[in-house]
């Protein structure tokens, strides 16, 4: 139990039409890390949210956007939705601010059908 | 660019049995991060372990070890007396970094099945 949770946990969608997934960080981290895990595929890395701000960003397009609260919890929105979107998407907590970063820690992911 | 490399897609042992899981991984950076994760059907990742690339020294920790080389650039990771509880995909990643953000780059998983 990481202590990362992610909503919902699965979810079916049509071509076009746009989707917000959800997580709640580990308590006391403040960093969000979001990936895309297409079937039989490691996780592919979107982009990661700091303090608020986008913090660094994977080879994604900008149709795939973020935000991150003042609680830490993050929302990832992916507009006009593709076939290729089908995936699972896994969010990760860890606590940064300094040198060595720290481990990043999984939700259990939001699995993306797209018909 | 980063790459992690997990040649074996799908391993199946009988129980009880040792298991070794590999991992080559490639970066131009001299400071960098090694992880193992576990995936269960659940599909959340679990933490295994984390290695610096200026620790070389090999880790046990109960059933698990880690080898790491950096001369071969392997990072192994061995289960002994496997259990069926250890079934699930294994992921090795590698740290890179992004701007002011670190990224893991992922290996393509192995799946290690064991046979009661």
């Known amino acids: 139990e990481t202590g990362v949770t992610q909503s919902p946990t699965h979810l079916i969608k049509t071509r076009g039409q746009q989707v917000t997934l959800r997580c709640s960080s580990q308590?006391?981290?403040?960093?969000v890390s979001w990936y895309q895990q297409a079937l039989g595929q490691g996780p592919q890395f979107i982009f990661q949210y700091y303090r608020e701000e986008e913090n660094g960003r994977g080879n994604f397009p900008p149709r795939f956007s973020g935000l991150q609260f003042p609680n830490y919890s993050s929302e990832l929105n992916v507009n006009a939705l593709e076939l290729d979107d089908s995936a699972l998407y896994l969010c990760?907590?860890?606590?940064?601010?300094?040198?060595?970063?720290?481990?990043?820690?999984f939700g259990a992911g939001t699995r993306l059908s797209v018909l | 660019a980063q790459k992690v490399t997990q040649a074996q897609t799908e391993i199946s042992v009988v129980e009880k049995e040792d298991v070794t899981l590999d991992c080559v991984y490639e970066t131009r950076d001299t400071t960098y991060y090694l992880f193992w994760y576990k995936q269960p059907p659940s599909g959340e990742l679990v933490f295994l372990i984390r290695r610096n690339s200026f620790d070389e020294q090999n880790e046990i920790s109960g059933r698990y070890s880690w080898n790491f080389q950096k001369s071969t650039s392997s990072f192994n990771f061995t289960i002994t007396a496997s259990q069926v509880v250890d079934s699930a995909v294994y992921f090795c990643?590698?740290?890179?970094?992004?701007?002011?953000?670190?990224?893991?780059?992922f290996g393509t998983g192995t799946r290690l099945t064991i046979i009661p």
């Open positions: 990760a907590s860890s606590l940064d601010g300094g040198l060595p970063k720290n481990i990043q820690y």
């Open positions: 990643a590698l740290s890179e970094w992004l701007s002011d953000s670190e990224k893991l780059t």
């Open positions: 308590s006391g981290h403040n960093t």
